[in-house]
């Protein structure tokens, strides 16, 4: 019992003094003024490989002329893989963390986390690592299906909620173990402005806040009173608020969800809603994510490293449209928007020209990455 609450204590020490930090770091990086930018290139795990090479080769020639000038660098991190975390029992070994601090943004391919009953040992998802080490607060996810005028975004808040504390749960005995769940002021509020301010950047986009406060009283209550008292700064964008299953069902009801455009979302639900638009928009495989910081980006596919895909022997069958989603909002974010724009076209041109259901069939990795070469 004792115990216990000195792990209580700690946590909470922990997290004021969390706090204190995001109010100190809040100047975002002005790219326009480097005279380099360092994209860091980390493969990860699983299929992570074979689309970091086509993101890479892509990159490559989108970027010649920035990379022969020296204004823009591509430089691989190596040992954010599976083997190496194990063999280090870090989540990110401090090595590879030190090297991706070096770099302005990181372009990550997916990592391994280990599960319950997989043989590997209790270390914490390096996702939720980065996410806290690098204080990047917002995950933004566009979702579109134009057949059915779907254009969403969402903003899920990236450094708190379930996944702040989410390895360090307490085992009060061996019948009950209990989680902890953190929402703060300044957690919440750096994620709503973000969300509002791209909103109203285009066109004064409706805002749906999304939470289950009718349940989870205190984290969840206080988000949501917090984006509405942010909402009271944008009287001109059309707010609302749902639950989060209510959201679910929502999305995949076509006669109301073209009506949805911005969504604000606290960590566990944004991570499951999201997978669920992602679906909607064809799946894993074709969707890309930003998670962004004051100081550091990171852009990534939104699935995970499929070690089924590895197992079964189709590893080169992963679609990488997903890194390249996730390239093209790299460059927006760096601020090469008409680069982005060309790589969203070539990207949607051959997700219709190919096959790609990821099962062994169709086309390969390195054929879509062909596709788009040859029209660059
Ligand atoms: P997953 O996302 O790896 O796979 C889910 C399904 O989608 C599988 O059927 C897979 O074959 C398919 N799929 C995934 N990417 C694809 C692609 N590019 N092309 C075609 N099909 C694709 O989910 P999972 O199996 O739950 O997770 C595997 C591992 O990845 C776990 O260790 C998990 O923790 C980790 N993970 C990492 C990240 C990340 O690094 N951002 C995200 C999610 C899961």
Redesign the pocket.
Known sequence: MEDNILKIKQIIEEQLARVERMKANNTPTDFAALDKIIIGAAA?D???P??MKSARAVLEKLLADEIASGKIEIRDIEGLT?ENRVEKMQAVPDDVLEQIKQCHVLL????????KG?GLPNIE???VTLRRELDLFANVRPVTVPEKNIDWIFYRENTEGEYALGSRGIDISDEISMDFKVTTDAGTKRLARAAFEYAKNNGNLNVSIITKANIMKKTDGKFLSLCYEMAKEYPEIKTDDWYVDICAANLINDQINSNFNVFILPNLYGDIIT?EAAQIQG???TAG?ANIGNRYAMF??????????VKDGIAE???????LKACEMMLRHIGYTNKAEKLCALVDEASAALD????GTGNT?AEFTDFILQKL
């Open positions: 990860g699983g299929i992570g074979v689309i599976i990550k391919g997916p990592t391994t986390t280990p599960g997989d998802s390096a996702n997978d799946g894993v495989g994510s990534e596919a939104i699935h995970g490293s499929a070690p089924r895909m069958y992963a679609n990488p449209a997903s890194l790609m259901p990821g099962d990795a």
